[in-house]
Nanobody
Framework: QVQLAESGGGLVQAGGSLRLSCAASGSIFSINAMGWYRQAPGKQRELVAAITGSRSTNYADSVKGRFTISRDNAKNTVYLQMNSLKPEDTAVYYC??????????????????WGQGTQVTVSS
């Protein structure tokens, strides 16, 4: 089983910064892509940023130039540095990862996992 534990959310004024962390734990063989999604009240969950195992990144247009995603493979952790925060960034942020585990001898399983979410609130 794999767990994703997020931390770093909170309340910040517009223009401020926050850094989110998400650590994966469990019987992990390797991790492919990792990413951050967010869901604001009354809206659908949307991709914020993603990073592949080779550290290729992808960002939503709304956060380009303000947010930076990175990962530490040794710690099975992904980060989201959020600068110049705006009130419209207010949402619950979820970590996502595609994780390969050992299912049995000689067999691997690839699963998609979510964290429990962390609230980010940006006041104007």
């Amino acid at each position: 089983q794999v767990q994703l534990a997020e931390s770093g959310g909170g309340l910040v004024q517009a223009g401020g910064s926050l850094r989110l962390s998400c650590a994966a734990s469990g019987s992990i063989f390797s991790i492919n892509a990792m990413g951050w999604y967010r869901q604001a009240p009354g809206k659908q969950r949307e991709l914020v940023a993603a990073i592949t195992g080779s550290r290729s990144t992808n960002y939503a247009d709304s956060v380009k130039g303000r947010f930076t995603i990175s990962r530490d493979n040794a710690k099975n952790t992904v980060y989201l540095q959020m600068n110049s925060l705006k009130p419209e960034d207010t949402a619950v942020y979820y970590c996502n990862a595609e994780v390969i585990t050992i299912a049995s001898v000689g067999r691997k399983y690839t699963g998609n996992y979510w964290g429990q979410g962390t609230q980010v609130t940006v006041s104007s």
